[in-house]
Nanobody, 125 residues
Framework: QVQLVESGGGLVQAGASLRLSCAAS????????VGWFRQAPGKEREFVAA????????NYADSVKGRFTISRDNAKNTVYLQMNSLKPEDTAVYYC??????????????????WGQGTQVTVSS
């Protein structure tokens, strides 16, 4: 059973940057894709970004393309989300999740689960 712990959230002004981390424990997750999702107050959880097990394929929501970058360090069992040029509409609780299938060379956000507890990101205008 994989356990995920997110960190790196905080309160920043619009235009600032943050880097979120998702650390995994339990089973080895280097063979699984990892994704970031977020949920704003009163809204449904939405897909933000994901990276395949190999790191060769990434996918982003249109709203964050060009501003956010997902990466992984399998030696550290950690996935990162670098967030630049933050906007107030990026305010949300950010969660990471693991793909349900191993060695997939494609990204299907609906197949992700095993959620962490989340980390709050608040962007002030």
């Amino acid at each position: 059973q994989v356990q995920l712990v997110e960190s790196g959230g905080g309160l920043v002004q619009a235009g600032a940057s943050l880097r979120l981390s998702c650390a995994a424990s339990g089973r080895t997750w280097s063979s699984y894709g990892v994704g970031w999702f977020r949920q704003a107050p009163g809204k449904e959880r939405e897909f933000v970004a994901a990276i395949t097990w190999s790191g060769r394929i990434t996918n982003y929501a249109d709203s964050v393309k060009g501003r956010f970058t997902i990466s992984r360090d399998n030696a550290k069992n950690t996935v990162y989300l670098q967030m630049n040029s933050l906007k107030p509409e990026d305010t949300a609780v950010y969660y990471c999740a693991v793909d349900s299938g191993r060695y997939r060379d494609y990204i299907q956000p609906l197949s992700f689960g095993s959620w962490g507890q989340g980390t709050q990101v608040t962007v002030s205008s």
